[in-house]
């Protein structure tokens, strides 16, 4: 049993030194595999139509294939037609911010240094367009990871599933259990962040379609609510501020046609409801529900996350996080309650 956990020790070791290798491209395997998560909802649910394991695999695989090569192509072949347009929505932004400013009669001082401040902004994301359309290269190898990580795993999750279980198999009792119970959590995890990030993101889309509806009653028409409730519900997949980048230049919009009172609506519905009370109350809440944790671990998880980690963070952050608390309360124990055990059933009766 010592050999088996030096082993066990010495292959820990190894993991953690692949992990560093395979860093750099992280973000890609994390979503490879919460893509194949999905992957495997949409086999279940055209198999249970079809009938047909094969027909069903390759209509999952050429859909994932379609989807990646028609972005790519889109985002290559129109490179230079979207950074004209950032450059002009960020110009667009600059003038509507200005007229703001001048409505408020805030400071020339003040008008100047935000004027600098949209400036860098801006040059910061022309600079980044660019940088990656230079890393094409590299963002094809992140592609391509991606692309085969998320097939593999996803055609082949029976085969990991049978390796996996007999690697555990030969672990001693007490690691073993505590192993299975952690692939077990991860595994509800994962499905509880997908179903909390789809759930909250419905609920935006949602919400954001009635709240431009009572805006519009109450002042003028707004065109394309739909269209903003789903860019809305897209953006809740990422938490924190990408919701700002929907709501903020439809109000910047309403500013610079002069309409103040309309856009003011607009930004305080979006700032109130779609990201402070969506992350702060109910994407806590919902996230609570769907893996029976505390609220305070799931809020921890989803901000700190995408902050720390990037978009990554966003499935890595409460997977630690609730990982780290689960081993804490129900695992650390485990070792000496054995022992004790083990103890008392060799010492015998006296």
């Given at each position: 049993m010592r050999a088996q956990r030096e082993t066990?020790?010495?292959?820990?070791?190894?993991?953690?030194?692949?992990?560093?290798?395979?860093?750099?491209?992280?973000?890609?395997?994390?979503?490879?595999?919460?893509?194949?998560?999905?992957?495997?909802?949409?086999?279940?649910?055209?198999?249970?139509?079809?009938?047909?394991?094969?027909?069903?695999?390759?209509?999952?695989?050429?859909?994932?294939?379609?989807a990646v090569g028609a972005s790519l192509y889109f985002f290559i072949n129109n490179f230079f037609e979207i950074l004209a347009g950032i450059n002009e929505f960020t110009g667009t932004v600059q003038t509507g911010i200005i007229a703001v400013v001048e409505f408020l009669n805030l400071s020339p001082q003040f008008q100047t240094n935000l004027e600098s401040f949209i400036n860098q902004i801006s040059d910061q994301i022309s600079t980044m367009m660019v940088d990656t359309f230079t890393r094409i290269p590299f963002l094809l190898i992140d592609v391509s990871i991606f692309l085969v990580t998320a097939l593999f795993v996803y055609k082949d999750r029976n085969k990991l599933?049978?390796?996996?279980?007999?690697?555990?198999s030969n672990i001693p009792r007490p690691e073993r259990d505590i192993v299975n119970s952690l692939l077990k959590s991860i595994d509800e995890i994962f499905k509880g962040v997908f179903m909390t990030q789809f759930i909250v993101a419905f609920i935006l889309a949602l919400v954001t379609a009635v709240g431009f509806y009572l805006i519009?009653?109450?002042?003028?028409?707004?065109?394309?609510?739909?269209?903003?409730?789903?860019?809305?519900?897209?953006?809740?997949l990422i938490p924190l501020f990408a919701g700002f980048?929907?709501?903020?230049?439809?109000?910047?919009?309403?500013?610079?046609?002069?309409?103040?009172?309309?856009?003011?609506?607009?930004?305080?519905?979006?700032?109130?409801?779609?990201?402070?009370?969506?992350?702060?109350?109910?994407?806590?809440?919902v996230g609570s529900k769907q893996m029976n944790e505390h609220p305070?671990?799931?809020?921890?998880?989803?901000?700190?996350?995408?902050?720390?980690?990037?978009?990554?963070?966003?499935?890595?952050?409460?997977l630690l996080l609730i990982l780290t608390k689960e081993f804490a309360l129900n695992y650390t124990d485990r070792p000496s309650t054995h022992s004790v055990q083990h103890y008392s059933d060799d010492k015998g009766p006296s």
């Open positions: 066990i020790l010495v292959t820990l070791l190894l993991v953690l030194g692949s992990l560093l290798i395979i860093y750099p491209f992280l973000d890609a395997i994390v979503l490879a595999v919460a893509v194949s998560y999905l992957l495997v909802f949409a086999h279940e649910r055209i198999d249970a139509r079809l009938d047909n394991e094969f027909l069903s695999s390759a209509i999952v695989i050429s859909s994932v294939l379609i599933e049978r390796q996996i279980g007999s690697i555990i519009a009653l109450i002042t003028t028409p707004i065109p394309f609510i739909p269209l903003w409730a789903i860019l809305i519900g897209l953006a809740a980048m929907v709501y903020g230049p439809i109000g910047i919009y309403y500013f610079m046609i002069g309409e103040p009172f309309k856009a003011t609506l607009i930004i305080l519905f979006g700032t109130i409801v779609i990201n402070i009370i969506a992350d702060v109350f109910l994407r806590p809440y305070l671990v799931i809020f921890l998880g989803f901000l700190t996350g995408p902050l720390v980690l990037g978009v990554k963070g966003v499935i890595i952050g409460p």
